[in-house]
């Protein structure tokens, strides 16, 4: 098992690594690469998407999801929040894959564990790119027309919660993600810093 160091960001705060964010284009490869990462720090992945599709929701939310739809921060947030509390990330690190998807999602996590919060990952991926991946991993919510939904999403929110999370002071750092997997996780391992010893 790999032992890891600490990120340059975790060392000037003076703590471990906690909360890594990942963020991008729908396809740009988040949930692949947060696992990676998640796998080389040993720590929990947290996929907003995926503990939201466990819940059972009533038939309009689940065909909100399906269409690729925001559904509303208060069940999101109250779905991610019993496990960031779970997992007591004022203590220990994960990846969180998934959200902040709006501005105000951005908000809450900042007032809440915003000390627990190490840096952001922000895959950049062309349209193209990410559209080919999201055809191929044949998930239900992966058609034509929640695709388009998604991208339109990334300009119009993904963006101003970038900006936020960099006005509160929370390091983003923008990785290439139309490489190839091994090169995309060397650079994110780069970026922060982390090394193996």
């Given amino acids: 098992m790999l032992a890891v160091g600490l990120c340059p960001v975790a060392e000037r705060c003076g703590t471990e690594p906690k909360v890594i964010i990942f963020m991008g284009l729908a396809g740009s490869g988040k949930s692949t690469q947060g696992q990676i990462l998640a796998a080389y720090l040993h720590c929990p992945w947290v996929s907003t998407g995926n503990l939201l599709r466990e819940h059972n929701f009533d038939a309009a939310i689940q065909k909100q999801m399906l269409k690729g739809e925001i559904i509303d921060?208060?069940?999101?947030?109250?779905?991610?929040?019993?496990?960031?509390?779970?997992?007591?990330?004022?203590?220990?690190?994960?990846?969180?894959?998934?959200?902040?998807?709006?501005?105000?999602?951005?908000?809450?996590?900042?007032?809440?564990?915003?000390?627990?919060?190490?840096?952001v990952i922000n895959l950049k991926t062309s349209e193209a790119t990410a559209k080919t991946r999201l055809l191929a991993r044949h998930r239900p919510d992966d058609h034509e027309a929640a695709i388009a939904e998604r991208f339109g999403e990334?300009?119009?929110?993904?963006?101003?919660?970038?900006?936020?999370?960099?006005?509160?002071?929370?390091?983003?750092?923008?990785?290439?993600?139309?490489?190839?997997?091994?090169?995309?996780?060397?650079?994110?391992?780069e970026a922060l810093g982390i090394k193996a010893i």
């Fill in 154 to 189: 990334y300009d119009t929110k993904i963006k101003p919660i970038l900006k936020y999370l960099r006005d509160s002071k929370i390091e983003v750092f923008e990785i290439e993600g139309d490489q190839a997997l091994p090169a995309v996780a060397g650079d994110i391992v």
């Fill in 73 to 119: 921060d208060s069940l999101t947030l109250k779905v991610l929040g019993a496990e960031l509390t779970r997992l007591k990330i004022d203590k220990n690190q994960c990846i969180l894959d998934g959200s902040p998807r709006t501005l105000s999602q951005a908000q809450w996590l900042v007032k809440e564990f915003g000390d627990s919060i190490t840096a």
